[in-house]
């Protein structure tokens, strides 16, 4: 059983950046991927990037590539999602999730956080 936290999410103007973090409750969260994935009101969830427990191999959604960055920092058991150059469409609730498969289905994932409102003005 592993328990995440997400923190950091806000109100920022478009073009602004923010860092979310997802603090896990265990170590073995180490050994498995860890994922965001967002929803905005009305949307099912959608995957942002994931990044693997050997190699910090990232993958990202075509949306936000090139814009975000997920880091991971296995003596603190977190896993960071730094985002630039926020736009309106990148509102939502972000999740965290981990899992044993770096995957973009949200079927993948075993355990998630309770979710952080990303909220970006135009």
């Known amino acids: 059983q592993v328990q995440l936290k997400e923190s950091g999410g806000g109100l920022v103007q478009a073009g602004d950046s923010l860092r979310l973090a997802c603090a896990a409750s265990?170590?073995?969260?180490?050994?498995?991927?860890a994922g965001w994935f967002r929803r905005a009101p009305g949307e099912g969830r959608e995957f942002v990037a994931a990044?693997?427990?050997?190699?910090?191999?990232?993958t990202y959604a075509d949306s936000v590539k090139g814009r975000f960055t997920i880091s991971r920092d296995y003596t603190r058991n977190t896993v960071y999602l730094q985002m630039d150059s926020l736009t309106p469409e990148d509102t939502s609730v972000y999740y965290c999730?981990?899992?044993?498969?770096?995957?973009?289905?949200?079927?993948?994932?075993?355990?998630w956080g309770q979710g952080t409102q990303v909220t970006v003005s135009a």
């Open positions: 999730a981990a899992g044993p498969i770096q995957a973009t289905s949200d079927a993948s994932y075993l355990w």
């Open positions: 265990s170590r073995t969260f180490g050994g498995y991927v």
């Open positions: 990044i693997s427990p050997e190699d910090n191999r990232p």
